[in-house]
């Protein structure tokens, strides 16, 4: 019996040294980790706004951090998830110092119903999170969030009523178009596509008209666009009243909207 | 069960020392908290601070345990007292640590932390410590016996 309560002893003794010595070194190794993050930087490539963060992780610790994964979600404000994007590094050795860069690649046409942020200033909410096993015995999870504005590129989108004007042969649609580019990311760089339809769907007037409106600077003052565009007509296929499509096109997206016309005096 | 230790002089004693020694603990857990807190970062003390009630719960019902197990001691109540503690230990453990994973939010941030690792080897040591206590019991159980057998087998001869 004594030698069994001895042994029971030592074993006590021994997983208290154990347990005392893991969780010093361990909160030791967790003070010795440099985090370094650097200044994010916003690209625009193709049709794509890719948003880089470079991290410099130098683990001086006793421990390795294992199953690093960060991932950042953006939501709208409803909360439905836009987008997600993970970065995950297996493993960073002790004594070792790694540079991950956390990328979040962005096509405005892969966001769920992004033609209504296009012409709708809002917010979207950001939740950046840091997942990761330190010493393979201290699942570790992190996550806040934050809330960044979205300003529309194509806001407050405004198609005056049309008016025709007649000559032998054709009429001219004119039609006046205004809006603000919002967003300090996209810069509005291709072709305002304008078609006049008449009753029977048939394009009876197609002009293309160049636009180049700069992103906002953030100074207060937002780009405008505001023109009138002239179209000519067949006026043996006008109908009194059909409709305009505009298509807006440009490498980052497209967008597509129509309104009605009815010209009364002329018929 | 020896009741007859217990005299007036005996009592006293035993209250003394088991007072005294119940204090050191008491003592022993406000040195090492006042060390470890002024060794956390300010937002690290307030990420534990919502823990501290627990802490100082359970190092109060320490010193009771350590106070009743002196006290009783050289009875069986001291083995039936250790037995409480290392439950009552294992218990407040697994509440206090909520099942070993640390959830704290803090206005938007939330940060989990999973210690289940180190909630199973404190388990186990508290699991050893009371086999400890059975077969200490048991041993006290059966030297008591052989002591109250002794002094007939002499008599016999």
């Known amino acids: 019996m004594k030698y069994a309560l001895r042994a029971l002893r030592w074993a006590t003794i021994i997983l208290w ?13 967790a003070f010795n980790i440099g985090i370094n993050i650097g200044e994010s930087q916003l690209l625009v490539k193709d049709d794509r706004i890719i ?21 950042t979600v953006i939501e709208d404000v409803d909360g439905a998830i836009l987008l997600r994007s993970s970065s995950f590094v297996p493993l960073i050795s002790k004594e070792e110092t790694r540079q991950i860069w956390h990328n979040i690649s962005v096509s405005l046409e892969e966001i769920p119903n992004y033609q209504a942020y296009l012409t ?39 198609v005056d009523e049309p008016n025709c004007q007649f000559n032998a042969t054709h009429c001219i649609v004119s039609l006046n178009v205004s809006f603000e580019n919002h967003s300090p ?54 109908t009194r009243s059909g409709k305009i499509r505009l298509t807006f096109q440009t490498s980052m997206f497209s967008y597509e909207t129509e309104v009605p016309y009815e010209f009364e005096e002329i018929f | ?67 009743l197990t002196e006290f009783s ?10 037995f409480a503690r290392s439950l009552f230990v294992i218990f407040y453990l697994i509440i206090a640590l909520k099942n070993g994973i640390i959830d704290v939010n803090i206005q938007n941030v939330t940060l989990i932390l999973n210690l ?31 002591g109250e057998l002794q002094p007939s087998a002499g008599a016999r001869i």
Do not use: C
Request: glycine share 4%; charged share 15%.
């Open chain 1, 51 to 71: 948003w880089a963060l470079p991290a410099r992780i130098n683990n001086s610790g006793l421990y390795g951090i294992y199953d690093l994964n960060i991932t």
């Open chain 2, 73 to 82: 001691s050289g009875t069986i109540f001291k083995y039936m007292l250790e």
């Open chain 1, 17 to 29: 040294i154990l347990l005392v010595f893991l969780v010093i070194t361990l909160v030791y190794s």
């Open chain 1, 185 to 238: 990311y996209i810069n509005l760089n291709g072709t305002l596509k304008v078609e006049v339809l008449n009753q029977n769907e048939e394009k009876i007037g197609i002009n293309s008209f160049p636009i180049n409106v700069p992103p906002y600077q953030g100074n207060g003052n937002y780009p405008a666009y505001n023109e009138t565009l002239s179209i000519p007509v067949d006026i043996s296929k006008l």
């Open chain 2, 116 to 146: 289940q690792f180190f909630l199973l080897m404190l388990i186990s040591i508290n699991l050893i410590e009371i086999a400890r206590t059975v077969l200490s019991a048991i041993d006290f159980l059966h030297e008591k016996a052989e």
């Open chain 1, 120 to 158: 709708n200033d809002t917010n979207f909410i950001i939740k950046p999170s840091i997942r990761l096993n330190f010493a393979k015995v201290t699942p570790f999870f992190f996550t806040f969030n934050s809330t960044i504005p979205w300003g529309a590129p194509l806001y407050n989108l405004h």
């Open chain 2, 1 to 67: 069960m020896n009741l007859k230790k217990f005299s007036k002089r005996n009592i006293s004693i035993r209250i003394l020392k088991a007072g005294v020694k119940a204090v050191l603990v008491y003592v022993a857990y406000f040195i090492i908290a006042h060390f470890i807190f002024m060794l956390l970062i300010q937002q690290a003390y307030e990420l534990i601070g919502e823990y501290s009630p627990f802490i100082e719960g359970f190092f109060i019902a320490i010193a009771v345990f350590v106070f």
